[in-house]
């Protein structure tokens, strides 16, 4: 079984400030970790993934999380946030083989302060 | 490409009414999922498809039904609607290739209040 914990229901943080959105992973095998993110009103997106190889990935929009596996952690950080970066950010955890199912954390509301 | 689509967007029911809720992509995608969204309690799994003609179980699959006649719908059906599925219904798929992990695509959501 796998479960994915985003101990940070909600962060406000204000514009042009560094952010970070944590978020704990348990599996009992080897896993793929991501970061959606949900605008208001409409589906999530995939933000930025690790599958393998660097520990350190990174969004096309500035956005980077590292897979460290002895803290089972994947935190999504920022240098600096804009205000089009307030949405609802959501980690997810896969089995790395087989059916591959995806377990979603609770979300951490990001609001970005002008 | 639309990608996922979801109808309707929005639905209002009364207890014990049935409603389907329809998926369509035009990706090609092999498979094909349901969620619900609730706050405080991220995504959950209800039911799920890896190809046409077949379906399986997700985490909460009470109260809902789904087929996949066909390779680019996925419907979820609500037989007897109660308030404790008032929620916000995500659509999803999924190219399935070889050796490699593919991102779900999401449809835009469904919001359903049951009365």
């Known amino acids: 079984a796998q479960s994915v914990t985003q101990l940070d229901s909600q962060v406000p943080v204000f514009e042009e400030a560094p952010v970070e959105l944590r978020c704990n992973y348990s599996s009992s095998v080897s896993v793929y970790l991501f970061w959606y993110v949900q605008y208001p009103n409409q589906g999530l997106q995939l933000l930025l993934k690790y599958l393998s190889g660097s520990t350190l990935v990174e969004s096309i929009n500035g956005f980077e999380a590292e897979f460290n596996k002895s803290q089972t952690s994947f935190h999504l950080r920022k240098p600096s946030v804009h205000i089009s970066d307030t949405a609802e950010y959501f980690c997810a955890v896969s089995a790395s083989g087989g059916y591959q199912k995806v377990t979603f954390g609770t979300g951490t509301k990001l609001q970005v302060i002008p | 490409n639309a990608g996922v689509t979801q109808t309707p967007k929005f639905r209002v029911l009364k207890t014990g009414q049935s409603m389907t809720l329809l998926c369509a992509q035009d990706m090609n995608h092999e498979y094909m999922y349901w969620y619900r969204q609730d706050p405080g309690m991220g995504l959950r799994l209800i039911h799920y498809?890896?190809?046409?003609?077949?379906?399986a179980k997700g985490e909460v699959p009470d109260g809902y039904n789904v087929s996949r006649l066909k390779k680019q719908n996925f419907l979820l059906g609500l037989e007897s609607a109660a308030p404790s599925q008032t929620s916000v219904y995500f659509c999803?798929?999924?190219?399935?290739?070889?050796?490699?992990?593919?991102?779900?695509?999401f449809g835009p959501g469904t919001r359903l209040t049951v009365l």
């Open positions: 498809s890896v190809g046409e003609g077949t379906t």
């Open positions: 999803a798929s999924r190219l399935e290739t070889s050796g490699t992990y593919n991102e779900q695509f």
